[in-house]
């Protein structure tokens, strides 16, 4: 079994759009994940235009030959710098608790730094235990906790 991590390529277009799509399937489930569903843009059909888009940094993984999980992270200026925003990151369930996800957050890690950005943050909702896991791996921990409360009827 070996895993592999690379940047997306355009050949990648039609899985990257299964699996945002799965990936998004399950948001609702998590306190705030219908909100996160508004505020991160759905990039299908457009992952052609995402993979050539220089303030994105979208990475594949797999085992062996197969395309299991994919990262995009967001490049933004802000007041303290230039930094990334993972804004989705997803492993197929079979992939899971294999090392997929941790090489994902690798990659992004190496590429954050060659840009030599001051910081890497990432989103994960309320209750999303194996998404936060993923990100104290590789240390990437809380940092601010945003509360919220719907005002329409």
Not at 16 to 40: I, N, T, Y
Not at 43 to 55: I, K, R
Not at 111 to 123: E, F, H, P, R, S
Request: with cysteine; proline share 2%.
């Amino acid at each position: 079994m070996q895993i592999f991590v690379r940047r997306g390529s355009k050949s990648d277009c039609e899985l990257l759009e299964l699996l945002e799509s799965e990936g998004r399937s399950s948001l609702d489930k998590w306190r705030g994940g219908s909100r996160l569903a508004k505020d991160v843009p759905v990039v299908a059909p457009n992952w052609l235009a995402a993979l050539s888009d220089e303030s994105l940094g979208i990475f594949v993984a797999g085992i062996d030959q197969t395309l299991m999980g994919f990262l995009l992270a967001r490049l933004s200026t802000t007041v303290i710098g230039e930094i990334a925003t993972i804004e989705q990151v997803f492993v197929t369930k079979d992939a899971r608790n294999l090392g997929v996800g941790d090489a994902l957050i690798s990659a992004t890690v190496d590429w954050a730094k060659g840009l030599k950005i001051v910081a890497l943050d990432a989103l994960a909702l309320p209750g999303d235990r194996e998404t936060k896991n993923l990100y104290e791996r590789a240390g990437l921990v809380a940092r601010l906790i945003t509360v919220t409360t719907d005002l329409h009827d």
